[in-house]
T-cell receptor
């Protein structure tokens, strides 16, 4: 199993450009999520999904869209990039959301710089 | 009050020392608890789950205190390789099953 994969590893955008961060998992996990991590702020939840066709907003959803057309893929779209979106983005998955002891598996991250 | 709080540190300790971190959570109905480790510029990885009765994995011991609403991580005989950021994660801290991450505690182990 490859686990959770993310592409690209690095990206530089200009203000106003749009792009999609890709995330895929091959573990048949129901729950997937996107976080951003900024210095001193910890991991903040952007969007999450409890299964194909179901998505919901997290703590900091503005400026981002997601979709979940398959169990495996959970892309994150930046609609019009802003310098405030410069961050490290992590995708994570776990077998289920509800229940006890549900470990999250993280992808290696995407480092995004918006100029 | 934040849902999950950690002392950011850094905790600077010599090799061989014992060090402990605490993490407090605000929702008494929180369901499950974890410690993750994150190395510099890497993704978080599960270190250990935290069980009600407490649990140990080698040099690492995790405890849960539901009455006072905190979890702890004890590291004995610290190694240089233990240097990392330790993230506390609470499922259900925000009133749903969504995991909530603390901001992390930085540990630096020096020779």
């Amino acid at each position: 199993n490859a686990g959770v994969t993310q592409t690209p590893k690095f990206q530089v955008l200009k203000t106003g450009q749009s792009m999609t961060l890709q995330c895929a998992q091959d573990m048949n996990h129901e729950y997937m999520s996107w976080y951003r991590q900024d210095p001193g702020m910890g991991l903040r939840l952007i969007h999450y999904s409890v299964g194909a066709g179901i998505t919901d907003q997290g703590e900091v959803p503005n400026g981002y869209n997601v979709s979940r057309s398959t169990t495996e893929d959970f892309p994150l779209r930046l609609l019009s990039a802003a310098p405030s979106q410069t961050s490290v983005y992590f995708c994570a998955s776990s077998p289920r959301l509800a229940g006890d002891q549900e470990t999250q598996y993280f992808g290696p991250g995407t480092r995004l710089l918006v100029l | 009050r934040k849902e999950v709080e950690q002392d950011p540190g850094p905790f600077n300790v010599p090799e061989g020392a014992t060090v402990a971190f605490n993490c407090t959570y605000s929702n008494s109905a929180s369901q499950s608890f974890f410690w993750y480790r994150q190395d510099c510029r890497k993704e978080p990885k599960l270190l250990m789950s935290v069980y009600s009765s407490g649990n140990e994995d080698g040099r690492f011991t995790a405890q849960l205190n539901r009455a006072s609403q905190y979890i702890s991580l004890l590291i004995r005989d610290s190694k240089l390789s233990d240097s990392a950021t330790y993230l506390c994660v609470v499922n259900g801290a925000g009133g749903s099953y969504i995991p909530t991450f603390g901001r992390g505690t930085s540990l630096i182990v020096h020779p």
